[in-house]
């Protein structure tokens, strides 16, 4: 045949007559429900050397079965929009295959739906681990998981039914409330209270750090109202309407609680002007061009490969669900 023939596609029917079996039966062990019909593995293994040979195109289950493991580890995380999520991503495949297996990631958008959709086609395709990150249900999945008979492990938002690796979200956050009220003493001779601006208080992060803010407050003295604490969300836009009407009368220091509400604060900063120069704020999170930003003073980084290394040690291990393992975060001054 010359090359610009075209070679004839190979079908069920052929890869039937080849290794002597039925259509159905073939057709069974390349959708991967043979064993539902009690057919043998042998023939099973023959169906698909055959289809190999001929170059079929093998469903991705099927394929599956001629190995007792899939070797496929999947990761749900909420976004890729932050350098947060992004870098838990990136961090996870790469550790991944240093350990032999094939990462799956998918994006679930804070959905709980998705999230456990994305979790039913991830043991669907056999995944031995489900990491699941900042996921809003962890529980649903975990026991969906088990049932399956697939461990799952919580990343950054902790559950009641699998091990969870956390960051310190209080420590983290009561240090970076230090912070920031120590530089608005300092630079502005203004001892507060700062407002704390971003997230859902009903998340489980949202709250630590919060408890962390407002006990850095506590233990200076100073009374924090209930208007000071703005967590109506954390997209830029949210920030943006809660600030809309906002001008400091004074000094003003905020506690930012993430970097997707830091676009917010400071677009609203910078609509400011001579007011901006007596604003300071610090992000709970951490991008490296923050450091560059007028008067961001810290950030705090989550220590993304040692919450990894520690989730990673958790695989095979059947230890029960017990309190977060807690990763301390790290705090840059800028």
């Not at 990761?75 to 999520?85: E, G, L, S, T």
């Not at 999230?115 to 039913?120: D, I, K, L, P, V």
């Not at 029960?320 to 990763?327: G, T, Y």
Request: with cysteine.
């Amino acid at each position: 045949m010359s090359v610009g023939e075209n070679k004839k596609k190979t079908t069920i029917y052929d890869i039937a007559t080849l290794a002597g079996a039925s259509p159905s039966a073939v057709s069974s062990v390349l959708n991967g429900t043979w064993k539902k019909r009690r057919i043998s593995q042998k023939l099973a293994e023959r169906v698909l050397a055959i289809a190999d040979e001929q170059g079929y195109a093998v469903n991705v289950q099927a394929s599956l079965l001629r190995r007792d493991r899939s070797n496929i580890i999947g990761m749900i995380v909420p976004k890729y929009d932050n350098r947060y999520f992004g870098e838990i991503a990136e961090r996870f495949e790469a550790m991944a295959r240093a350990r032999g297996l094939f990462p799956v990631v998918t994006c679930t958008q804070r959905d709980p739906e998705l999230e456990f959709e994305a979790a039913r086609e991830l043991v669907s395709y056999r995944a031995e681990v489900l990491f699941a990150t900042g996921a809003t249900d962890p529980d649903r999945i975990s026991a969906f998981c088990r049932a399956s008979g697939i461990q799952s492990i919580n990343l950054d938002l902790p559950g009641q039914a699998a091990p969870s690796v956390i960051s310190d979200n209080y420590a983290g956050a009561r240090d970076l409330t230090n912070l920031i009220l120590d530089r608005c003493e300092e630079e502005l001779q203004w001892t507060g209270p700062l407002l704390f601006i971003g997230g859902r208080l009903a998340d489980h992060n949202t709250a630590a750090r919060l408890k962390g803010f407002l006990d850095a407050h506590r233990d200076r003295g100073i009374r924090v109202s209930e208007d000071r604490v703005l967590a109506k969300g954390y997209s830029s836009k949210s920030v943006a309407k809660v600030l809309e009407d906002y001008r400091p009368g004074g000094p003003t220091g905020i506690f930012v609680n993430s970097t997707i509400t830091l676009e917010g604060v400071v677009m609203w900063r910078s609509q400011l002007g001579r007011l901006a120069g007596r604003v300071r704020y610090g992000c709970f999170d951490w991008d490296p061009f923050g450091k560059y930003l007028p008067g961001n003073i810290g950030m705090v980084e989550q220590d993304v490969k040692t919450m990894l290394d520690t989730a990673f040690d958790l695989i095979g291990n059947p230890a029960v669900a017990s309190d977060p393992i807690l990763i301390p975060c790290k705090l840059h001054m800028h």
